[in-house]
C-alpha cells in the first residue's frame, strides 16, 4: 500500500511542477508528462535522502519519511487543485478519442505482456526470460541491494569497492518500492510498464505535434513494437516451402541474425528485447521525447509570430469592425486552427538566412521572461537523466546542440543547454571516477570491423531495411520544421558511429535504438502520405508496412518461446540464514555467477560476473589475479591477511568454482582445516555450496585446536573436518611462522 502511495505522490507532485512549464496537446499527454516529471524528481529526492541517512541500518525509512513530508509541503505550495485545470492546446489536429484510447489499450497490453511475461515470482524463485537473464544479473542485484541492502554510499554489486559507475536510479526506485510493500517482480514490472506506456504516448504526441496529425503519432509508437532488420529475409529464404517457414516462425527460440559478422545480432540489440532488458531507457527516452515536444511547439508559436510580423505580398484593406492587434487569444477555435494549419506551409525555414534574420525581432524582457522558465527546466530535466541512461543524455546533447543551430529561440536554447550542462556534469565526472579503462573518444565505425564508408553504408540499409524508402518519401512531402527536426535526430547516427564513451564500443547500439524509436514517425508520415494516393499507392503503403514490421512480427515468436530460468530468491534455507546470520554489509569471497543468490538477498560479494565491470571501466585485470590468489593461496596466515586486506567476511564455494577454471588449484582443503564453517548445502540446491567465516586475527598459535573444537560442538555442518584435521593441526602449527592461530571473529 505505501509503494501505491509512493507513486501517487510522485504523478501529483508530476502533474503540479509541469503545468507550470507547458502546455499540453491532450490529458493523454499531461498524465504521461506527470509521470516522468514526477518519478525523475522523486526518485532524485528519495535517493539524496537516503544518502544523508546512510549511518542508520536502515536509510529507506528516513528517506521515504522525509520524502513524503517534502512531496506534501511542495504540493501545497503549488497549488494542487490546479492540477485538474492543465494549459491544453486548442489546435489539435483533427482526430477520433476513441481510435486513441484503442492504441494505448493495445499498447497496454503488450507492456504487461514483455514485462510481467518475462520476470515474475514464483514459489520463493525468480522466474525469469532467457533473455532477460544476463542483463538482470547486475539489474537485480542492484535492486536487492537497496531494498533488503545497505548500498548507500552506492557500490555496483559486482565490484565492490569502488563508487558506482553505472546509471542506476531506475533500479535504486525498483528497490524503494519493494521497500514499501511491493514484492520484487511488482516494483519492477509496474514502474516498467507505466515507463514504457508513458515514453509511447509521448511518442505518439511528438508525432502530432510534428506533423499536425494523430495518425502518424499512432503508427510512428505502433511501429516501436515492430523493430525489423532485413535478417528476415535469409531466414525465411532459408526455410525451403512456405509451411516450413511456418512452422520455424511458431517455433523460433533465438533473434533473427543477417550472416554477416555483425556483432550483436545474437543478442537482438535491434530487437523489442532491448527495452524490456535495458527498461532504464525508457525513462530516460521519455524524457527526451518531453523537451523536444516542447520545444517543437515554441518553434511553432515563433513562427506563427513572425508569419504574422511578415509584410503580406497581398494588399488587404481592413474592414470597419477588424479585430484589434490583442484579438488572437479570443478568437473562435476555428479561426485560429486555420492559421496554425497555414503555419505548416510558410515556416520561416524558407526564407533566405538574412531576411530571416533582418525579421528576428529583438528579445524583450517581456518576450524573454515568457519562454525562458520552460527551457530552463527542460534543461534540468534532462541534466537528471545520466544516473537514469547516460547514453540517453548524450545522445539528448547531440540532438539539441543541432537544433540550437537550426532552430530559432537560440537565447533560450542556450539556456536549456546551460542549464543541463550544469546539473549533468557533477554526474558525469561521479559515474567516470577512479575508472582505468578510458577509451580514446573518437572512434570511427562502431563495431564494424572494416568500416569504410561503402560498408558502414550497407550496414544501416541492412540494419534498418526498407524504413528508409519509406523516411525518404517523408522528406519529400517534409516541412522545413520536420527536415531540421531529421537533421537533429540522425545526429544520433553519427554519433554512434564517430564517438567511444566506454572501452565496450556495442553500447553505442543505444544511441541507434533511440534513433529508430524516433524515427518511426518519419516512417509513419511516409506511410500516411502513400496511403493518400490512390489504389497503387495504397497497395504500396500495404506493402511497405509489411516489409518493415515482418522481422519483429516474426521475433514476437521468440519472445513467446523463450526459455524460463529459475533462480532461487526467498523462502529457502540459505535466504533464511543469510538474513539471520550476516549483516548487509558483510562481503562474500564467491564464484563470479551473474544472478548468485547471495546477491539476490542483498549481500555483496567481492567480485560477480566481470563483463559487466570490465563494460563500466573498472579495473578488472588486478581484481582476477587479486581473486584466483585468495582461493589458491594455501598459507592460512597469508590467506587470512589477504581476506582482512579486502573485507571479506565469508568465503562461498560451490561447484561453479570447484569444476571452473580454479579446478585443481582450489585451496578448499585450507579453508576446511582452518576456517569456521558456517553453513552447508547438504540438498544440493545451491551447487553444493559451502559458506566458510574469516577469522577475526591472527593471534598466538597454540589455539588453533581449541578453535575447531569450539566450532564442532556448535551446530554448523563441518562435514569431514572432524578428528582427522584436528590431528593435522599439529604439523600445521608447526610450518606457519612462530605458531601463529586464528581466532574466530
Not at 505522490?9 to 509521470?35: E, K, M, P
Not at 565505425?445 to 541492412?462: C, E, H, Q, R, S
Request: glycine content about 6%.
Amino acid at each position: 500500500m505505501l509503494a501505491l502511495i509512493y507513486l501517487a505522490t510522485t504523478i501529483v507532485l508530476g502533474a503540479c511542477v509541469c503545468r507550470r512549464f507547458y502546455c499540453f496537446n491532450s490529458w493523454l499527454h499531461y498524465l504521461a508528462a506527470s509521470f516522468l516529471v514526477g518519478l525523475v524528481l522523486s526518485t532524485w529526492a528519495t535517493y539524496l535522502l537516503a544518502l544523508a541517512f546512510a549511518w542508520s541500518s536502515k536509510p529507506l525509512v528516513g528517506a521515504n519519511v522525509l520524502f513524503f513530508l517534502l512531496a506534501v509541503l511542495a504540493i501545497y505550495n503549488l497549488r494542487p487543485r490546479s492540477m485538474f485545470d492543465p494549459t491544453l492546446s486548442r489546435f489539435r489536429p483533427a482526430g477520433s478519442t476513441v481510435w486513441d484510447a484503442v492504441f494505448i489499450g493495445a499498447f497496454l497490453v503488450a507492456a504487461c505482456y514483455l514485462m510481467f511475461g518475462t520476470l515474475w515470482l514464483k514459489d520463493g524463485n525468480v522466474k525469469m526470460a532467457f533473455v532477460v537473464w544476463n542483463d538482470f544479473g547486475p539489474n537485480l542485484s542492484l535492486v536487492q541491494s537497496f531494498a533488503v541492502g545497505h548500498n548507500f554510499p552506492t557500490e555496483y554489486p559486482h565490484f565492490i569497492g569502488p563508487p558506482i559507475r553505472y546509471h542506476f536510479l531506475f533500479w535504486f526506485q525498483a528497490g524503494n518500492l519493494e521497500f514499501l510493500g511491493l514484492n520484487m517482480a511488482w516494483a519492477l514490472n509496474l514502474i516498467s510498464v507505466l515507463s514504457l506506456l508513458a515514453m509511447l504516448i509521448l511518442l505518439m504526441t511528438l508525432g502530432e505535434a510534428l506533423f499536425n496529425s494523430r495518425a502518424v503519432g499512432r503508427i510512428g509508437a505502433s511501429l516501436f513494437f515492430f523493430p525489423t532488420t532485413l535478417s528476415y529475409a535469409p531466414f525465411l529464404r532459408s526455410q525451403g516451402s512456405f509451411s516450413r517457414a511456418v512452422d520455424a516462425v511458431k517455433h523460433l527460440n533465438h533473434w533473427l541474425w543477417s550472416g554477416y559478422s555483425y556483432r550483436g545480432e545474437d543478442w537482438g540489440i535491434w530487437s523489442l528485447g532491448i527495452y524490456y532488458v535495458q527498461r532504464h531507457l525508457t525513462v530516460a527516452t521519455g524524457a527526451l521525447l518531453m523537451v523536444l515536444i516542447f520545444v517543437v511547439r515554441r518553434y511553432r508559436d515563433f513562427s506563427d509570430n513572425e508569419t504574422k510580423r511578415s509584410p503580406s505580398t497581398r494588399v488587404v484593406k481592413p474592414k470597419p469592425n477588424a479585430l484589434p492587434k490583442t484579438a488572437p487569444d479570443t478568437l473562435p477555435d476555428d479561426a485560429t486552427r486555420s492559421e496554425s494549419l497555414a503555419e505548416s506551409t510558410t515556416e520561416m525555414g524558407s526564407l533566405s538566412a538574412p531576411t530571416r534574420a533582418k525579421q528576428e525581432p529583438a528579445f524583450t524582457k517581456q518576450t524573454l521572461g515568457g519562454t525562458l522558465p520552460g527551457f530552463v527546466f527542460s534543461g534540468v530535466l534532462l541534466g537528471l537523466l545520466p544516473m537514469w541512461n547516460s547514453a540517453v543524455f548524450v545522445g539528448a546533447a547531440a540532438v539539441l546542440a543541432v537544433l540550437l543551430i537550426l532552430f530559432p529561440l537560440r537565447l533560450q536554447m542556450l539556456a536549456l543547454g546551460v542549464a543541463a550542462g550544469m546539473i549533468a556534469l557533477p554526474q558525469l565526472i561521479y559515474l567516470s571516477i577512479d575508472g582505468v579503462h578510458t577509451p580514446k573518444l573518437l572512434h570511427w565505425g562502431f563495431t564494424l570491423p572494416d568500416p569504410t564508408m561503402w560498408n558502414v553504408t550497407k550496414y544501416l540499409a541492412f540494419t534498418f531495411g526498407y524504413k528508409w524508402l519509406l523516411i525518404a518519401l517523408a522528406l519529400v512531402f517534409a516541412t522545413g520544421l520536420q527536415r531540421r527536426m531529421f537533421l537533429a535526430l540522425s545526429s544520433l547516427i553519427l554519433v554512434a558511429f564517430s564517438f567511444q564513451f566506454s572501452i565496450e564500443l556495442l553500447i553505442n547500439h543505444k544511441f541507434l535504438n533511440t534513433w529508430v524509436t524516433l524515427i518511426n514517425l518519419f516512417a509513419a508520415y511516409g506511410l500516411c502520405q502513400l496511403w493518400r494516393a490512390r489504389v497503387i499507392g495504397k497497395a504500396a503503403a500495404v506493402v511497405l508496412t509489411v516489409s518493415v514490421t515482418l522481422g519483429g512480427f516474426i521475433e514476437w515468436f521468440r519472445i513467446h518461446n523463450d526459455t524460463i530460468v529459475d533462480v532461487p530468491f526467498r523462502q529457502n534455507r540459505l535466504s533464511d540464514w543469510l538474513q539471520a546470520n550476516t549483516t548487509p554489509k558483510d562481503v562474500f569471497l564467491s564464484d563470479r555467477f551473474i544472478l548468485h543468490p547471495i546477491l539476490l538477498n542483498g549481500r555483496r560479494i567481492f567480485y560477480g560476473w566481470p563483463y559487466f565491470a570490465w563494460g563500466s571501466g573498472y579495473p578488472t585485470g588486478p581484481r582476477d589475479v587479486l581473486y584466483e590468489q585468495m582461493l589458491t593461496e594455501k598459507d592460512p596466515s597469508k590467506l587470512v591477511h589477504l581476506l582482512h586486506q579486502n573485507g571479506i567476511r565469508y568465503v562461498a564455494i560451490d561447484n561453479g568454482i570447484r569444476f571452473g577454471f580454479l579446478k585443481g588449484k582450489l585451496n578448499e582443503s585450507v579453508f576446511k582445516r582452518n576456517f569456521e564453517r558456517v553453513f552447508e548445502d547438504k540438498e544440493n540446491r545451491f551447487g553444493a555450496l559451502t559458506i566458510y567465516r574469516v577469522p577475526g586475527s591472527l593471534n598466538d598459535g597454540a589455539d588453533l585446536r581449541e578453535i575447531k573444537r569450539q566450532a564442532l560442538a556448535k551446530s554448523y555442518p563441518l562435514r569431514r573436518v572432524a578428528e582427522e584435521s584436528l590431528e593435522a593441526s599439529d604439523d600445521e602449527l608447526q610450518e606457519d611462522n612462530a605458531g601463529k592461530d586464528l581466532t574466530a571473529r
